[in-house]
Structure formats: C-alpha cells, structure tokens
C-alpha cells in the first residue's frame, strides 16, 4: 500500500511538472539513449528467437491438422502487433530499464543526494522522474515496432524454409485492422510510461544500505513485471469491450 501511495505521487508530481513544461530535454534524450538505442540489440536479439520459434510451433501445429499454411503469416503477424511486441518489450524494458532506474535512485536515496538535492531547492521528481518518464514512454513505442518488425521477419524466415511458405504469402495483412495496431501502440505507450513510475517509487523507498538497494531492484522488477501483465490484461479487454 506504501509503494502504490508513493506511484500515484510520484504521478501526479510528474504530470504537474510536464504540464508547467518543467522538462529538461537534455536529460530526456539522455535517458531516451540509454533506456531506448541501448536496448535495441537486447530487444531484436529476444524477439528474434520469439518470432522463429512461434512461426515453427504454430506451423508444427497447423501441420498436423491441415498442412496449409496460407494463413500462417497474416495470424502470426496480428499476434506480434496485438500481444507480443508489446508485452515482451514491456518485460525486457522492466528488466533491464527499471532495476537501472530503482538502483540508481536507490543509492542516491541511500547516500543521502536525495536529501541533499531537496536542501539544494532541486526537485528531486522533476530531475529524476519526469525525464525517465518521458524517455521511457518514447522508448517503450519505439522498441515495440523494432521488437514486431524483427520478429515478423525472422519467422518470415523460418516459414519459408522450413514450410516452403513465400514471403508474400507470409506477408499477409487479412486478420490485421486498425483495431490490433492502434491497441499495440496503446500498449506499448502505457507499459513504457508505468515502469519507471513503479520502478522509480521502488528507488525512493530504499534504506539500509547497498542490501536496501538489493531490495528495491528485485521489488522494482517484479512489480514493473506484474504491471505489464495487468495492463495487458487491462488493455485488451477494454478494447474489445469498449471500443
């Protein structure tokens, strides 16, 4: 309950100092760099192998009930844009990008520079969090297409030569709409948006040292982890639902 509390004002604060365009777009790219073109190759490395081993269980599968694969591609790739790129790259930013965020600010928190930067009149959520909110956001969208575009192409690969199906047969848009895009750009929007709040309120509650710091990374990625689930969860049913 302590951690949730601390989320909401750690948003509201944030939200307040973007409204009043308290951003320094310096250190926003600077946290776009690290949290988004550091991850790159983490992200199409992941989601290579997803894509080639989804396109051959799913094919595997097909095989032994109908062996045409025809619409193989065009389900595999409303798959990616709906689900998988978004809640993978959810997961690898939680893993890599939020443990950096909790422990950085857990040792600043910790070593006191948080305090310190409270006596220096610097607040410390417009300088660390609005920055990493912002970068994180931006980041989480962009390796989400990288993480479809990579892995719709190494199963594109896999399907033609393990199961003789031609690219522009793969290539199939049939089952993908409007619909299952704009639902993957809201997820990927919202899960790179909500893991440095969590991770960063996870930061602000360390104490005890470098095992309070320990604490905090593990809080942070399993929370952030369990937030991506929820809001996939969250977000498919509303779209089907609702919209």
Request: glycine residues 10%; aromatic residues 8%.
């Amino acid at each position: 309950m302590k951690t949730l509390v601390l989320i909401v004002r750690l948003l509201s604060q944030s939200l307040w100092s973007i409204g009043r365009l308290r951003v320094n777009p310096s250190e926003v790219l600077r946290q776009y760099f690290e949290a988004g073109v550091r991850s790159i190759l983490f992200v199409s490395v992941t989601m290579a192998f997803i894509g080639m081993l989804g396109v051959y269980q799913t094919a595997s599968q097909m095989a032994k009930v109908l062996p045409e694969f025809s619409v193989l591609g065009a389900g595999v790739i409303q798959m990616g844009i709906r689900e998988l790129a978004p809640v993978m790259t959810g997961l690898l930013l939680s893993i890599r990008v939020g443990t950096g965020y909790a422990a950085e600010i857990g040792t600043m928190k910790v070593t006191d520079q948080i305090e310190a930067m409270k006596l220096s009149n610097v607040d410390p959520v417009e300088w660390l969090v609005v920055p990493r909110l912002l970068a994180s956001t931006g980041a989480g969208l962009s390796l989400g297409v990288v993480g479809a575009v990579v892995g719709i192409a190494t199963g594109m690969v896999v399907a033609y030569t393990g199961f003789s199906v031609l690219p522009d047969t793969y290539l199939s848009l049939r089952f993908v709409r409007m619909h299952d895009l704009t639902m993957g750009v809201t997820k990927c929007l919202a899960m790179g948006f909500a893991i440095p709040l969590v991770s960063c309120a996870c930061g602000f509650e360390a104490e005890g040292g470098s095992e309070g710091v320990g604490r905090a990374t593990t809080k942070a990625v399993v929370m952030s982890s369990m937030v991506v689930i929820l809001l996939d969860a969250f977000i498919s049913v509303f779209w089907e639902v609702v919209m």
